[in-house]
């Protein structure tokens, strides 16, 4: 077993230091995750702003399962105020052809409200999203 032997060294420093390392590990494990925009392909032509109306199919996952996916494909004005803040981040700057991987903290998505019944509060989302076609607004 092990055996920790006090050393004289001062209780409240050792008090400290174990405070620290407790609140440390607080913070990481409630820390929310980051926002990732990984690209599996590069489209062709010009990218998407949010100024744009998009064509895209996705797949939508929660904790590696999927929970919902484009039939066909789906057309949205980027800066819809419905859309979530991961989409706009992360559709734009996309190439027609091109295809991303979105891991959406709660904060880019439906945040501490989730979107029920599909979407629990606190929730961090995976998109695989496929760009098939980009159009200006008039």
Sequence with gaps: PNVIRYDG???????ETIQKVVDRAS???F?????QITDKRIGIGEPA????????????????????????????VLNDPAIIQGWKDGIVGMKVGGTRV???????AYGE?????MIPPHATLTF????VGISTLR
């Design 102 to 108: 979105l891991v959406v903290p709660p904060s880019l």
């Design 9 to 15: 060294t001062n209780l409240e420093v050792i008090r």
């Design 27 to 29: 913070f990481e494990y």
């Design 49 to 76: 702003t949010l100024l744009n109306r998009v064509s895209v199919n996705y797949i939508a996952m929660l904790d590696n399962r999927i929970f919902d996916r484009s039939v066909k494909p789906l057309t949205i």
């Design 128 to 131: 695989e999203i496929e760009l």
């Design 31 to 35: 820390a929310e995750p980051k926002f």
């Design 113 to 117: 409200k989730g979107l029920k019944p």
